[in-house]
């Protein structure tokens, strides 16, 4: 398919054309000094000159010296919030019979999907199904500081998956994006919005910018079979040592573009109705494990393991593949700074085995 660039006008037309078909464009907002999710009206709506600042524990917004628009790593949000949303009411009685609470989702499009969220989208769909919203990515040029998706082979290239990926650009001739159609239906939204050819230049610096984001990536998964690792090590006492930090809070499941685990409670009024809503749950509430009597995972050690193996090692059994993009946000918004890297970097070692 050809390649298109975009001035951010017409990225605002990309908007509007999506709009025009029915779609609700969700991207990038800046909201209560975060970069957000909302639904997008226009590209004035995207966090152009604004930034990020990550570390283990540590989350700031910060203002960029350009107008980039796709010039931030991964937020506290995640699309899961759209297509797996944190409560939803599944059914309902009027005191006179059940009746099941109607899908509300509507046809999404979501704009500036990072490579990262591109595979997370994927395996979240292939664990909770529903409607493919349309994808529009933003190839990564510029990783945080607690990234390491090339290292689970998540990015900085957009995967499959995306109907258009766009990768900006700010130099001497402006403000640009790199527009490549991924299916027929993106080159066709793409046939709709004011663009010029892309020149063979236009896609070498593009791609020359996403293998740069790569190699200036500063965290990485350890090289070898975690699944293995995980197995090895169900008795390791680093369990206990990674338990005197961990608060149970849950705010990495929460903040995880994959973990989809969630809770049912039923509601009665005094007036004779009721609801059955779904919820997101936790493997670090200690009632997630409850069976028959009691709960069986009862120590810290043992929820953060139960995350940490059914992420990175039992997810494979599952599904066939891991449960971690590398998107870094359970590192950034850890109250305690754990760091998933680190810690599997610890069991390497304790295990003898080899690690970058
Ligand atoms: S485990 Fe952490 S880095 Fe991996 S996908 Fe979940 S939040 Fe992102
Ligand atoms: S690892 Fe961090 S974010 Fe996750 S439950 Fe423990 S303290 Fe909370």
């Known amino acids: 398919m050809t390649n298109r660039v975009l001035d951010l006008g017409g990225l605002d037309a990309l908007i509007g054309v999506l709009r025009e078909d029915g779609r609700v464009v969700v991207g990038p907002v800046l909201r209560d000094n975060a970069i ?10 995207l966090p152009g000159g604004w930034g990020v600042e990550t570390g283990p524990g540590h989350y700031r917004v910060r203002r960029r010296a ?61 664990v909770i199904g529903g409607r493919k919203p349309f994808v529009v990515a933003a190839q990564c040029t510029e990783p945080g500081e607690v990234c390491f998706c090339a290292s689970m082979g998540c990015g900085p290239a957009a995967g499959p998956g995306y109907d258009i990926a766009l990768t900006e650009r700010i130099d001497e001739q402006g403000q640009r994006f790199l527009a490549t159609g991924g299916t027929d239906e993106g080159a066709a939204v793409l046939d709709r919005v004011p663009a010029r050819r892309a020149t063979p230049e236009d896609t070498a610096l593009a791609e020359q910018d996403v293998q740069a984001a790569a190699r200036t990536m500063g965290r990485a998964m350890p090289e070898l079979d975690l699944r ?31 973990c989809f685990c969630v809770s049912v409670e039923d ?32 120590s810290p050690a043992a929820r953060y393991r139960q995350w940490m193996t059914h992420k990175l090692g039992t997810w494979h059994d599952q599904f066939g593949t891991s449960g971690c993009v590398g998107c870094g946000r359970c590192i950034a918004w850890c109250p305690a700074g754990i760091d998933i890297t680190e810690e599997a970097a610890a069991l390497t070692r304790e295990h003898g085995g080899e690690q970058r």
Not at 36 to 45: Q, R, V, Y
Not at 229 to 254: I, K, P, Y
Not at 267 to 290: K, M, N, P, V
Request: aromatic letters at 8%; glycine letters at 6%.
């Open 36 to 45: 957000t999710l909302a639904e997008l009206e226009s590209a004035a709506d």
């Open 66 to 126: 350009d107008t980039a628009v796709f010039g931030h790593s991964a937020g506290p949000q995640s699309w899961k919030r759209f297509l797996h949303p944190p409560r939803r009411t599944l059914v309902t009685s009027d005191g006179n019979g059940f009746r099941a609470a109607p899908d509300p989702a509507p046809d999404y499009a979501f704009l500036g999907v990072r490579p990262c969220d591109l595979a997370a989208i994927a395996k979240l769909r292939q």
């Open 228 to 258: 293995d690792l995980l197995a090895a090590n169900r008795d390791s006492a680093h369990w206990e040592a990674v338990a005197e930090r961990c608060l149970t809070c849950g705010n990495c499941t929460m903040v995880c573009p994959t």
């Open 267 to 298: 509601h009665t009024d005094l007036d004779g109705t009721a609801e059955r809503a779904q919820r997101w749950a936790s493997c670090f509430e200690i009632d997630f494990s409850y069976l028959h009597g009691g709960a069986v995972r009862t």
